[in-house]
């Protein structure tokens, strides 16, 4: 530890003011989304807590019929949007981390075999990552989506979209 904090990383790094609001900005992102069950007044995946006399609330304005007040106001369904953005940061968080760890496992394990068996194997592994990154990442994604529908059941189709 002592090494890295004598590193010129970490010099560069400390008196960066950019890099530290980033770092500050993303920590805060991160412990949002960790503590966002404690941090957030309602869990909005929770049906019995919805009331639709709190819709449409504007933000920091008391309710006209419940005296409710949210911070940055309610949706049609009076569904507190500060609590939703606090649960669809953790679950954004969750599936970007969760997409990353896969790459590099994928990554690392057919690197890891091209590597070590080379020959037609390796061309075999190289072409195909050339290939891959030719198409876009949304169109990837859509045919990945696509394709998962297909193999849903019809009444989990209407929740995925």
């Known amino acids: 530890m002592k090494r890295f ?3 010129d990383f970490f010099y560069d790094f400390m008196r960066s003011p950019v890099a530290l609001v980033s770092f500050l900005i993303v920590l805060f ?3 949002s989304a960790v503590f966002a069950g404690v941090i957030a007044p309602t869990n909005p995946f929770d049906a ?4 639709l006399m709190n819709g ?8 006209l019929f419940t005296g409710d007040v949210f911070w940055m106001g309610t949706d049609d369904q009076g569904r507190d949007l500060f609590s939703a953005i606090l649960y669809g940061l953790r ?7 969760m997409a990353v760890a896969l790459a590099t496992v994928m990554g690392v394990l057919l690197g890891l075999i091209a590597g070590y068996m080379g ?3 390796d061309n075999l592994i190289m072409r195909f990552a050339d290939i891959q990154m030719t198409f876009p990442s ?4 859509m045919l990945i989506f696509g ?5 849903l059941p019809p009444e989990l189709r209407d929740e995925m979209a």
């Open 5 to 7: 904090f004598a590193s």
């Open 29 to 31: 992102l991160i412990l």
């Open 48 to 51: 019995a807590s919805l009331n």
């Open 56 to 63: 449409f609330t504007p933000p920091m304005e008391p309710n």
């Open 91 to 97: 679950i954004s968080l969750f599936v970007g981390a």
């Open 119 to 121: 020959g037609w194997l």
């Open 138 to 141: 949304i169109l990837v994604a």
């Open 147 to 151: 394709v998962a529908r297909v193999f």
